[in-house]
């Protein structure tokens, strides 16, 4: 039920920016915005993300059971992690919130694509990673 009321607020989140502000709800482009010097719209950018943050941080202390993460992973990891997905943002020209969210919704064929993209190297990663740290 949880994860129908969370995929319900994301496609009313995501409709409310694209009918107020005409723009699609991506990640990867609302932050490049923020770093853009020339950017003439960061408050809302910056106001966005920052609201993207309370939201964990307040599920954190209101039903803390629902952030607890189990992993192997090492600060390196993360670091590459995060280094490979920016770098997938931008070979794809958007993030999976903005073609996966918004694209597929708007039956665009670039975003399937990504989309796919995305969730493929997903699975390989993760096999590799399991594979590096010594079995599957």
Known sequence: MQSIFGG????IAVSIMLLFNG???GI??????ILNPNAL???WRIFFI??????GLSLKYLAPSSMILESLA???????AGLLVGFGTIMGNGCTSGHGVCGISRFSKRSII??????L?????VQLFKLLRGGL
């Open 28 to 33: 990867s482009g609302i932050v490049g915005g």
């Open 114 to 119: 990504s989309t796919l993209t995305f969730i």
């Open 41 to 43: 719209d960061r408050n």
């Open 23 to 25: 723009r699609v709800t």
């Open 50 to 55: 920052l609201g993207l943050f309370l939201g």
């Open 8 to 11: 319900a607020l994301i496609g």
């Open 121 to 125: 190297s997903g699975i390989v990663s």
């Open 74 to 80: 090492t600060p390196n990891d993360y670091i590459l």
